[in-house]
């Protein structure tokens, strides 16, 4: 397992990540390193909802990638808060272990229909 980064060298990254070869996204992403408050849907019918706050590591057109230090799954919702604005509906599609205490979570952007 790679060793987690400094808070400092996470805040620091900033503009266009690079593009891994072979890379098929339709939009590019870009560093987008801040905190978001989060309300956190359960998955199934298990508790209620939970708010924390989580970090995010980058944004696109599309979705935003996170940090957070419970596993979610795949087809869990959770309303963002990102700077201030109003919440964005985004829904997990994938969940990682990054280190002992953190997992990357990878989420797209869902209209409220």
Not at 72 to 80: A, D, K, S, T, V
Request: glycine share 6%; proline share 7%.
């Amino acid at each position: 397992m790679a060793k987690p980064e400094s808070m400092e060298e996470f805040f620091r990254k900033s503009g266009l990540l690079p593009i891994p070869q072979g890379d098929v996204r339709r939009f590019p992403r870009f560093y987008f390193r801040s905190v978001a408050e989060a309300t956190i849907h359960p998955f199934g019918k298990a508790q209620e909802a939970s708010q924390c706050f989580l970090l995010t590591r980058d944004l696109s057109r599309n979705g935003v990638s996170l940090l957070h230090n419970t596993q979610l799954f795949p087809g869990q919702r959770l309303e963002l808060t990102l700077n201030g604005q109003e919440p964005r509906l985004v829904v997990v599609v994938w969940c990682k272990l990054q280190s002992p205490s953190d997992y990357v979570v990878g989420c797209k952007f869902v209209s409220r229909d």
